[in-house]
């Protein structure tokens, strides 16, 4: 699809929701307002202000409007119905912590109530709109293929897809090439297919048989363009690399990437430690200023040995690097080499507590500030571990491409913790390499949300 249209969509569907959400919210202002004080108006306003930030959080974390989203009313709807549940969660988050006892109950209820059924009203007009411009002949454009092989018919399956505003009428490929029926007909041979596209209104020819295997392709490249036919090349990139690549550019060499790294690009590199250093130092002034004499001090009164429990853990690159946490354990010649396990026997009656509230961690923040860790990553492993592993699971070195991570992807997918078998580790290290390929600011705000979520209701495996 274009990608400025699906762009347009996407804000249009976006900016359609927040104004739901404003309707709802100065209507009821509007039938309260007999109720509502006059020193009230600015906590009211605050609390409108919040409603549209916290939609905004919630639904781009959740991908609500992402483009294979849009285009299903199933999946659409799904995370709308999760993007909401969430989006709840902030508010009663936002009236416990923020204490606006001044808000009318009755005013949040008519905003809990009123906003997801214009929501509903916005699913439903925008499915209307949808199908009704899906059945119009523009919103469509037609496509002719060059070539009947694989490549071809994978292609189509691809054209094909909902939410691709693409027809496709046929195939042209010369007779002695096809061994068997075709799905779309084949309409002529491949030097016929300028008249193939005039014949049936294509505007659009897609070929998988590249110049260099048939010469009179650059004479048919001229004339679609002399007659404002779109000719697109779809090279088979597969006879090179059995498995997905990226694209990317050095002025005009196309390089072939095994897999998308969003954390490669200088700018994103920029963002994710400018949040990190902010976000640590807010966390080591504000919290750890206090948080650490606390808990010294009661580690010190139960057992003997350091407040702090440093380790070797493997780094960003595989470069090893000290990883701190509150010490959780009595002090023993194991700790480097073996797990902590369920009922482990080495775990003090502090750290139970520690461990289970994720408290040990919290020095971990000084890594971030230091440059060692992200907030959101791959959780370094021990230099044990990464030996062993790296050995019998393939991809498991591609995830020290990046930094290390207080918390990541794997751990609030609930592959956090003990690992007791090897499945358990490639599933950790999917969902790891998964993050490295999808990652974006969204993702990870969405990660830190779920892990103070998960600590709050509390984890299986955190022991």
């Not at 781009?60 to 483009?67: D, K, M, R, W």
């Not at 990437?257 to 963002?271: Q, T, V, Y």
């Not at 010294?296 to 380790?311: A, D, N, T």
Request: with cysteine.
């Amino acid at each position: 699809m274009n990608n400025r249209f699906l762009r347009h969509l996407q804000l249009t569907l976006l900016a359609m929701d927040l104004m739901a959400i404003n309707i709802v919210f100065f209507i009821a202002r509007f039938f309260f307002q007999r109720e509502m004080l006059i020193e009230a108006y600015v906590e009211y306003t605050y609390f409108g202000v919040y409603l549209n930030v916290a939609w905004l959080v919630v639904s781009l974390s959740g991908n609500v409007y992402h483009e294979r989203n849009i285009f299903s009313f199933e999946l659409f709807a799904g995370r709308s119905t999760r993007a909401f549940l969430y989006f709840l969660l902030m508010i009663c988050g936002f009236l416990f912590f923020s204490h606006f006892f001044i808000i009318s109950r009755l005013f949040i209820a008519t905003i809990i109530v009123g906003i997801p059924l214009l929501l509903v009203c916005n699913r439903f007009l925008y499915l209307a709109v949808y199908h009704y411009f899906k059945k119009k002949d523009f919103f469509h454009n037609k496509v002719i293929v060059l070539g009947y092989n694989d490549l071809s018919r994978k292609l189509v399956d691809y054209l094909e897809e909902d939410g691709v505003n693409k027809e496709v009428v046929g195939y042209c490929e010369e007779l002695e090439n096809i061994h068997e029926l075709s799905r779309y007909p084949i309409l002529g041979n491949i030097n016929g297919a300028l008249d193939v596209c005039k014949r049936y209104g294509a505007t659009e020819i897609y070929s998988t048989i590249v110049p260099e295997q048939n010469p009179g392709i650059y004479r048919l490249i001229k004339n679609a363009d002399q007659n404002c036919i779109r000719f697109r090349i779809v090279p088979d990139i597969g006879a090179l690399v059995k498995r997905q690549v990226y694209i990317d550019y050095l002025n005009e060499i196309p390089v072939l990437s095994l897999r998308r790294e969003p954390l490669d690009d200088l700018g994103n590199k920029i963002k994710k430690r400018l949040f990190d250093i902010v976000v640590s130092a807010l966390v080591l002034v504000f919290i750890l200023s206090w948080l650490i004499p606390i808990i010294g001090l009661l580690i010190k009164l139960e057992s003997k040995g350091p407040v702090f429990f440093r380790q070797q853990r493997s780094g960003q690159d595989n470069k090893s690097f000290w990883c701190w946490k509150f010490r959780s354990m009595t002090v023993n010649d194991n700790a480097n080499v073996l797990q902590a396990t369920r009922n482990d026997a080495r775990i003090t009656k502090l750290g139970q507590f520690l461990r289970r509230t994720s408290l040990d961690e919290f020095p971990q923040f000084i890594n971030v500030l230091m440059g060692d860790m992200s907030i959101v990553g791959p959780r370094p492993h021990m230099l044990k571990h990464t030996a062993d592993y790296s050995k019998i699971i393939d991809e498991y070195m591609i995830r020290q491409f990046l930094k290390p991570g207080i918390t990541g992807w794997a751990q609030v997918n609930g592959f956090r913790g003990e690992t007791k078998t090897l499945d358990q580790m490639k599933k950790r290290v999917e969902y790891d390499l998964w993050y490295m390929e999808n990652w974006s600011m969204w993702l990870d705000l969405k990660i830190i949300f779920l892990t103070v979520f998960n600590t709050i209701k509390g984890e299986e495996n955190a022991f």
